[in-house]
T-cell receptor, first 116, second 115 residues
Framework: AQSVTQLGSHVSVSEGALVLLRCNYSSSVPPYLFWYVQYPNQGLQLLLKYTTGATLVKGINGFEAEFKKSETSFHLTKPSAHMSDAAEYFCAVSDILTGGGNKLTFGTGTQLKVEL | GAGVSQSPSNKVTEKGKDVELRCDPISGHTALYWYRQSLGQGLEFLIYFQGNSAPDKSGLPSDRFSAERTGGSVSTLTIQRTQQEDSAVYLC?????????????FGEGSRLTVL
């Protein structure tokens, strides 16, 4: 079964500092990997995804993530944090469901706090 | 509306009562998912519907949980004889493509509190 581990349930950075949110996955097949963001009182929205091809993927709001198969990692980064980045971030790996859909297995989330 | 719509947004019920949560997916999306978000436990897959195919119910935690999707659109998640451990945010998501190499579009969730 697929699984995802997010190191650090809470991460705090200063505005303008590098954001690094860690995600490691376990998968028996080449995975599809996702990062979702949840702003306060809102639903989850897709930040970026890796399916095939280039291992460095870019998402919305200046975020990017690199798929490293040898490390089974898909860490999320942003060079310079902004106050508006404060949210909860979820890493997810896909698994094929009966009927062809993809079940996303989510990590437990990382709450990002951005301080002045 | 353009997004996934869920109702009610908040539901408080007494232990032992039945509750129904509704999800209206994005028009044209054939895939529909229910997830449960509990404090400190992340998101837990519950059930998946794809078109007229039999649903994947592998994530339902007990036989008190059931879901249906009528006409390939609106879905209802029913929890019978609610227990306090059922308290959580129940998220619905829909998707356009069968293999979901794209993205899931989530609603804002239904927060269930069982007293």
């Amino acid at each position: 079964a697929q699984s995802v581990t997010q190191l650090g349930s809470h991460v705090s950075v200063s505005e303008g500092a590098l954001v690094l949110l860690r995600c490691n996955y376990s998968s028996s097949v080449p995975p599809y990997l996702f990062w979702y963001v949840q702003y306060p009182n809102q639903g989850l929205q897709l930040l970026l995804k890796y399916t095939t091809g280039a291992t460095l993927v870019k998402g919305i709001n200046g975020f990017e993530a690199e798929f490293k198969k040898s490390e089974t990692s898909f860490h999320l980064t942003k060079p310079s944090a902004h106050m508006s980045d404060a949210a909860e971030y979820f890493c997810a790996v896909s698994d094929i469901l009966t009927g062809g859909g993809n079940k996303l297995t989510f990590g437990t989330g990382t709450q990002l706090k951005v301080e002045l | 509306g353009a997004g996934v719509s869920q109702s009610p947004s908040n539901k408080v019920t007494e232990k032992g009562k039945d509750v129904e949560l509704r999800c209206d997916p994005i028009s044209g999306h054939t895939a529909l998912y229910w997830y449960r978000q509990s404090l400190g436990q992340g998101l837990e897959f519950l059930i998946y519907f794809q078109g007229n195919s039999a649903p994947d119910k592998s994530g339902l935690p007990s036989d008190r949980f059931s879901a249906e999707r009528t006409g390939g659109s609106v879905s209802t998640l029913t929890i019978q004889r609610t227990q306090q451990e059922d308290s959580a945010v129940y998220l619905c998501a829909s998707s356009l493509d069968r293999m979901n190499t794209g993205e899931l579009f989530f609603g804002e969730g239904s927060r269930l509190t069982v007293l």
